[in-house]
């Protein structure tokens, strides 16, 4: 199957500091990639959908400001943490449609905010 | 409200045994229902999904699902599992076959499996 990459797997920031996590799809063209947020025992929560070339469509609740994403290539999708606070402490797991296919999904990337 | 409910929050099962994992969705028009296995450090990985049709469905690693429209469940079954199988299984619904028009998948909060020797 396609594969999906994420950068870094994991972060440590302190407060304040803004946190940039990357999404690759290493064989494929994604149009469409997706971030989710994953609490501990919850399931995954759609944050935004992200289409290469435009701009990203946040899911109610999320706050665009402080989740920056940019689709600037077809492989290539970032989430930016603005000014990350200790509750954004999460994990995020992008994905990316494949034609004719179901998403693919990256590692995921647990950031912990001190 | 679309949901997806999985019950079990964590499974123990011997290796060789069986397996069903139990999922229920709510979801006002035809779902499209998908299961994911997830292991540290790897991405969901797809098992099998459902949209139409035959409401057995066969997937990767020997495992099966059946959709019962009546009862709004679709079960994850295995008749014999292996150690490798330990894992976070997430069920999800769509409102489309690539997780719906938008893309987006509702998530149940998963299932843990534990596999004994």
């Known amino acids: 199957g396609a594969v999906v990459s994420q950068h870094p797997s994991r972060v440590i920031c302190k407060s304040g500091t803004s946190v940039k996590i990357e999404c690759r799809s290493l064989?494929?063209?994604?149009?469409?990639m997706f971030w989710y947020r994953q609490f501990p025992k919850q399931s995954l929560m759609l944050m935004a959908t992200?289409?290469?070339?435009?701009?990203?469509?946040?899911e109610q609740g999320v706050e665009k400001d402080k989740f920056l994403i940019n689709h600037a290539s077809l492989t290539l999708s970032t989430l930016t943490v603005t000014s990350a606070h200790p509750e954004d402490s999460s994990f995020y797991i992008c994905?990316?449609?494949?034609?004719?296919?179901?998403?693919?999904f990256g590692p995921g990337t647990r950031l912990l905010v001190l | 409200a679309q949901s997806v409910t999985q019950p079990d929050i964590h499974i123990t099962v011997s290796e060789g045994a069986s397996l069903e994992l139990r999922c229920n969705y709510s979801y006002g028009a035809t779902p499209y229902l998908f299961w994911y296995v997830q292991s540290p450090g790897q991405g969901l990985q797809l098992l099998l999904k459902y949209f139409s049709g035959d409401t057995l469905v066969q997937g990767i690693k020997g495992f099966e699902a059946e959709f019962k429209r009546s009862q709004s469940s679709f079960n994850l079954r295995k008749p014999s599992v292996h150690w490798s199988d330990a894992a976070e299984y997430f069920c999800a619904v769509g409102a489309g076959p690539y997780g719906g028009s938008q893309g987006n998948l509702i998530f149940g909060k998963g299932t843990k499996l534990s596999v004994k020797p």
């Open positions: 994905s990316g449609t494949h034609p004719k296919e179901t998403q693919y």
């Open positions: 992200s289409n290469e070339g435009s701009k990203a469509t946040y």
């Open positions: 064989d494929f063209q994604a149009t469409t």
